[in-house]
T-cell receptor, first 109, second 113 residues
């Protein structure tokens, strides 16, 4: 079966750094996606990791450890607009994604 | 830019009605997906389609069916709507292959009364 865990909610201060963790147990793991979803809107792609290590993309970075079944999304210099849900999704095989329940991040002034 | 559109943003239907949710993508993607999203449960896959005329059950297909007659269009059908099908429905499409992201439509919030 597939199991993906991430914290339900997090709160962080504007300008700070926050790390959102995701652990997964999947058969035939290929890679890991992070999506951002603002309230009432569709998820939008943030990052994809297939190899171990850190991928940096502006203020956002994503890390993967395949041996530990672990990933995190790092958000730097937090802005109020970063308040959203962040979805971790593992891909197995060519066509399917398995999503976690999402982490709702609230950025406070 | 990839565009995935859904026929309605908000829909209210009565119990027992047949409901059609339409999704259209303009990037010639082979793969299309229907999810429902509920608080605390995340995104759950209902059905997906590898290509025209092809469909596969996802994790929660009961009470739903799908149709893919044309490559750009993927329809979700609720044969007899029930109150437990009140949810946000999201359509997505992608190019096949592990590293290709899914592009999501804006969602349809369906309320069954």
């Amino acid at each position: 079966g597939q199991n993906i865990d991430q914290p339900t909610e997090m709160t962080a201060t504007e300008g700070a750094i926050v790390q959102i963790n995701c652990t997964y147990q999947t058969s035939g793991f290929n890679g890991l996606f992070w999506y951002q979803q603002h309230a009432g809107e569709a998820p939008t792609f943030l990052s994809y990791n297939v190899l171990d290590g850190l991928e940096e993309k502006g203020r956002f970075s994503s890390f993967l450890s395949r041996s530990k079944g672990y990933s995190y999304l790092l958000l730097k210099e937090l802005q109020m607009k970063d308040s959203a849900s962040y979805l971790c999704a593992a891909t197995t095989g060519a066509n399917n994604l398995f999503f976690g329940t999402g982490t709702r991040l609230t950025v406070i002034p | 830019d990839v565009k995935v559109t859904q026929s309605s943003r908000y829909l209210v239907k009565r119990t027992g009605e047949k409901v059609f949710l339409e999704c259209v993508q303009d990037m010639d993607h082979e793969n299309m997906f229907w999810y429902r999203q509920d608080p605390g449960l995340g995104l759950r896959l209902i059905y997906f389609s590898y290509d025209v005329k092809m469909k596969e059950k996802g994790d929660i297909p009961e009470g739903y069916s799908v149709s893919r007659e044309k490559k750009e269009r993927f329809s979700l059908i609720l044969e007899s709507a029930s109150t437990n099908q009140t949810s946000m429905y999201l359509c997505a499409s992608r190019t096949p292959g592990a590293g290709h992201e899914q592009y999501f439509g804006p969602g349809t919030r369906l309320t069954v009364t």
